[in-house]
């Protein structure tokens, strides 16, 4: 293992009734200026919009608005969101809705603390100075934002998508409700297993020499996803299979699954280029690009590849090499993602081959990607080449 510190100080309400029960004394403990901050409106259409002002209003709270954060939010809004933040003296912003909410509620939090341009942070040219407090309501199981520090923005202007993470910007509570998610629809669904699982095969494929329990631990939670996600699909409104869902998405990037490894985190780097020039849903993207990713890196060690044939897909492994089972998974990922209904090629979302080149450049701007294999720009044109 490497050596590493853990700290997660998100207070996490999981189930029924807990918005009710406790929303408002998180609230109060913060303070009475709150920031709501949602997207594009399904949570006034599913009602979650309406119970949340009840309780703000009953709980005493004044209530500033900021609707409208787009999926792959961008950092016109996020500006915007800092803007508010510093003309009404927020004491606390709440973000409801899905990773993209959730992003943007961070990279306001950090931008209202933060003498100078937020953009700076997520270019990795300045440190954040610290964060107004964020509460969280999620609607969308996929990425894990509710418990975990990372965030991303997209600068349209410039058609980049970056990250940030800080210590400043870990939800201080976050409620997690299966029934908030019961109304996304069947392709957020299904973009948001993508999304779960990717995080798992980021840190499975790991570079760290021994990390036995990391390695069942992740296994458990893919395997807990593969068995789950049909079923989610499906039943949109079965409750055990949301909630099931829902729970792996937090666990698979909350930190509890990777500590003491390093992830590789490549096909991130790879597709939050592809969102940034073609607004792709993020886990479409990586549906797309793990599979090539793994036949381009399978030969740095096919025993990893092996147990996911065996010990997540549960393939009888008897008389079969590493090589033959490492084909085996990765046929296995391809026809799960198919199973459920997810983007197969680049060209599902109309991506021919004219910007690899940009896109490619851009993923390595910060040096080589990836753990498990480093990729360089060469590496990374070859799998989007393969990918479209
Ligand atoms: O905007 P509204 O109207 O709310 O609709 C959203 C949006 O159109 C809809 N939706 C969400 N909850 C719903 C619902 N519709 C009906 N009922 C509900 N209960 O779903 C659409 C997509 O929402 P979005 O928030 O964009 O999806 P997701 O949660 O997948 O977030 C994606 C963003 O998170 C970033 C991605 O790059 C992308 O920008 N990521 C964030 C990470 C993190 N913070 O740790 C890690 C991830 O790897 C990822 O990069
Ligand atoms: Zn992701």
Excluded at 178 to 195: A, K, L
Excluded at 239 to 260: F, H, K
Aim: proline residues 4%; charged residues 25%.
């Amino acid at each position: 293992m490497e050596p590493f510190r853990f700290h997660n100080p998100t207070t996490l309400y999981y189930g029924k009734g807990q918005i009710e029960e406790h929303l408002a004394d998180e609230v109060l403990k913060i303070g009475r200026r709150v920031l709501l901050l949602y997207g594009g409106g399904s949570i006034k259409r599913f009602g979650l919009y309406d119970k949340v002002m009840n309780i703000l209003k009953g709980a005493g709270v004044t209530v500033f608005e900021l609707g409208g954060v787009e999926p792959n939010p961008r950092l016109t809004t996020v500006y915007k969101g800092i803007e508010m933040c510093r003309q009404h003296q927020i004491d606390l912003i709440l973000a409801v809705g899905g990773g993209s909410v959730l992003d943007c509620g961070k990279a306001i939090a950090m931008g209202a603390k933060f003498d100078g341009d937020v953009w700076d942070i997520y270019q990795r040219k300045a440190r954040a100075t610290g964060a107004l407090p964020l509460g969280t309501i999620l609607t969308l199981a996929a990425t894990g934002s509710e418990m975990n520090a990372g965030g991303v923005i997209t600068n349209w202007e410039t058609k980049e998508k970056l990250g940030a993470s800080s210590p400043y910007t870990y939800p201080v509570f976050s409620f997690c409700d299966p029934e908030n998610t019961f109304t996304v629809p069947r392709d957020q669904t299904v973009y948001g297993i993508c999304d779960m699982l990717a995080h798992c095969f980021e840190h499975y494929f790991h570079s760290t020499r021994h990390a036995p329990l990391q390695r069942h631990l992740i296994e458990a939670v893919m395997r807990t996803i593969v068995e789950y996600a049909k079923r989610v699909v499906d039943h949109p409104t079965d409750y055990d299979a949301r909630e099931t869902i829902m729970y792996c998405s937090t666990m698979a990037l909350n930190g509890m699954i990777s500590m003491g490894i390093v992830g590789d985190w490549a096909c991130h780097a790879m597709e939050h280029e592809v969102s940034a020039l073609y607004d792709i849903p993020h886990g479409g993207g990586l549906a797309i690009l793990f599979p090539r990713w793994m036949e381009y890196v399978k030969d740095v060690d096919p025993s990893r590849f092996a147990s996911l044939a065996t010990n997540v897909f549960l393939v009888d492994g008897t008389g079969k090499s590493d090589e033959e089972l490492a084909d085996i998974a990765i046929e296995k990922v391809r026809q799960f993602y198919k199973e459920i209904g997810a983007p197969q090629r680049l060209a599902d979302y109309g991506i021919g081959d004219d910007q690899l080149e940009r896109m490619a450049a851009q993923a390595v701007r910060f040096g080589d990607i990836g753990h498990f294999r480093k990729l360089g720009k060469e590496d990374v044109l070859n799998i989007l080449r393969a990918s479209l």
